[in-house]
């Protein structure tokens, strides 16, 4: 026998034999690109620490989203920044308030695509907490009652599917059992089931005006140096009705990810959070990382790890990589 036995670099001889024996691929229409939708007209204003993400005035998301189909990324998540705050979020669920104008736009204006909105009070709470609050303290139950209003306030303005990013616990049972009430029991609920108190949101908070006031999100967002945890809390969103799981952050909780696919049959989305991609660009500003290589081997990871779908502030980017 020839030393040695099997060389593994046999397969690796060439790019069509690389690509013959590819396990994971990304694939565009797996992408889901977060949106920020501002109050006023034509504007179009670029987040400091998120260099390439825009906050867009509604009369300027068909021309993002076309943009985004052309290149074969088929979803969006919405986020808004309401014209006005209060203790309550009331803005969260008004009629006419920044997302439901977007979905409609977006309904009207480029059929067959999906319009995901995120429910949570965050960004309409003067407090920047994500429920309303007893003191200092976010009241659970009466939050539940305010996210499944919103949820249904989406749903009626035309949203695909919404995805609540809250942590209080009971509400996706809560928002399902609202949304079927109404005749929506299509709508899909994608949880953001796992989700930890993280510093990578960072960026975002700036983005969306939604840093809280006082304290932080510890008492609703999961302990970072749990993963059993995370099996509790997808086990409590399947049984509560959840469509499809999510985990955020995306890159410093890949075992969470793959954790996740192994134990339960649900689709698996990650999300790659706002200082995820602000590191990379950073680095990238400096010259001291292939920008375009770094951004696809970080989302391979990801789907390696086991996401099905993936929220990224790169998906334009990384679609129109893909296109090649
Ligand atoms: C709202 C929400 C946040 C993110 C998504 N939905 C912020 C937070 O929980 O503080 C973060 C997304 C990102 O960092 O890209 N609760």
Request: hydrophobic fraction near 40%.
């Amino acid at each position: 026998m020839m030393f040695p036995e099997y060389r593994p670099r046999r397969l690796r001889s060439n790019e069509n034999l690389r690509a013959l024996i590819r396990e994971t691929r990304l694939s565009p229409d797996q992408l889901v690109a977060p949106l920020f939708i501002m109050p006023g007209k034509k504007k179009r204003e670029e987040i400091s620490s998120m260099p390439g993400v825009f906050r867009l005035s509604v009369d300027q998301l068909a021309k993002e989203v076309k943009e985004l189909k052309s290149v074969g990324v088929n979803s969006v998540i919405l986020f808004g920044l309401p014209e006005k705050k209060d203790a309550m979020g009331t803005g969260a669920h008004a009629k006419d308030g920044i997302i439901q104008r977007g979905i409609r736009e977006l309904k009207n204006k480029v059929p067959d695509f999906t319009v995901i909105t995120d429910v949570c009070l965050c960004e309409y709470t003067d407090h920047g907490h994500c429920g309303c609050l007893v003191g200092e303290t976010v009241d659970n139950d009466a939050t539940l009652e305010i996210l499944a209003k919103t949820a249904l306030s989406h749903a009626a303005a035309g949203a695909d599917m919404v995805a609540p990013s809250d942590m209080m616990d009971g509400r996706v049972a809560e928002i399902r059992a609202a949304l079927d009430e109404n005749n929506f029991d299509m709508i899909p609920i994608m949880s953001y089931a796992v989700k930890y108190a993280s510093a990578f949101y960072g960026p975002f908070r700036d983005a969306a005006d939604c840093a809280p006031q006082f304290g932080d999100r510890r008492s609703y967002q999961m302990d970072p140096a749990n993963s059993r945890e995370a099996l509790r809390e997808a086990t409590l969103d399947v049984d509560e009705g959840a469509d499809i799981l999510m985990v955020k952050p995306a890159v410093a909780y890949l075992d969470i990810i793959r954790q996740l696919n192994d134990e339960f049959d649900l689709p698996i989305a990650a999300y790659h959070v706002s200082g995820e991609y602000a590191m990379i660009k950073a680095a990238a500003a400096n010259g001291w990382i292939d920008e375009k290589r770094v951004m696809a081997e970080t989302l391979l990871s990801i789907k390696r790890a086991g996401a099905d779908i993936i929220l990224t502030y790169y998906a334009k980017d990384m679609a129109r990589l893909l296109q090649g």
